[in-house]
């Protein structure tokens, strides 16, 4: 993967409001905000081609970024997106300014590894059913993960994975799991297939052959 999806030219704008912004898409270009850190919001520009082309990549949404605005080298998360109700056209981005020394809080997606090797599933015939397909987690900037995965391997029928079974890089945590234990949310059950699992069905023509 290139590291130039997590480099990004921005100009500060200061023709502000709708006009301006609409002239800014005819003209190929994204509006956008970057704030935080204690600092005042700063109104950007940068070339929707370039962005269109990082924002397909995963991690470009869970990757710590560097915007170059005018010549100075700034650390941000994505933190909003608003896109085109039906064309490939990004409308505008919310960037979050990153201090190394403070916690972030911000969504990454899980991976599902080992549903293919499970045998609740290959053997068993059951389903991996995904609660969710991402977490909020809380870390520093330098322990940001692209991805937390979820190893189902060992899952049996009818098991769920709950937050607390996740396996967290060192140095992050859930936030949902800090509200308390009501908030240990399901993340993937194997569900047995509709009908029963193999086994049951294997169990019932059993029953039936020595019925005859």
Do not use: W
């Not at 194997?190 to 193999?198: L, W």
């Amino acid at each position: 993967m290139s590291e130039a999806i997590f480099n990004l030219s921005a100009v500060v704008r200061t023709d502000l409001g709708k006009g301006a912004s609409r002239r800014l898409r005819h003209a190929d270009k994204v509006p956008a905000i970057l704030y935080g850190a204690d600092k005042e919001p700063v109104s950007l520009t940068l070339e929707h081609s370039k962005l269109l082309q990082a924002q397909e990549f995963e991690a470009f949404y869970s990757h710590v970024l560097t915007l170059d605005v005018e010549g100075e080298k700034v650390e941000a998360l994505v933190k909003d997106m608003q896109r085109h109700p039906y064309k490939p056209k990004i409308m505008h981005v919310d960037f979050l300014r990153v201090d190394a020394t403070h916690s972030i809080t911000t969504h990454v997606p899980l991976h599902f590894i080992n549903e293919d090797k499970a045998e609740s599933i290959k053997v068993h015939g059951g389903h991996a059913e995904h609660s969710m397909n991402d977490v909020e987690i809380s870390c520093l900037p330098a322990d940001l993960p692209e991805f937390i995965e979820v190893d189902v391997a060992t899952v049996e029928l009818g098991q769920t994975l709950h937050l607390s079974d996740l396996v967290l890089p060192k140095g992050v945590s859930l936030v949902e799991l800090a509200k308390g234990e009501s908030h240990d949310l399901a993340v993937v059950t194997v569900k047995a297939a509709k009908g029963g699992s193999s086994d049951d069905t294997a169990a019932a023509e059993d029953g039936e052959a020595s019925e005859e």
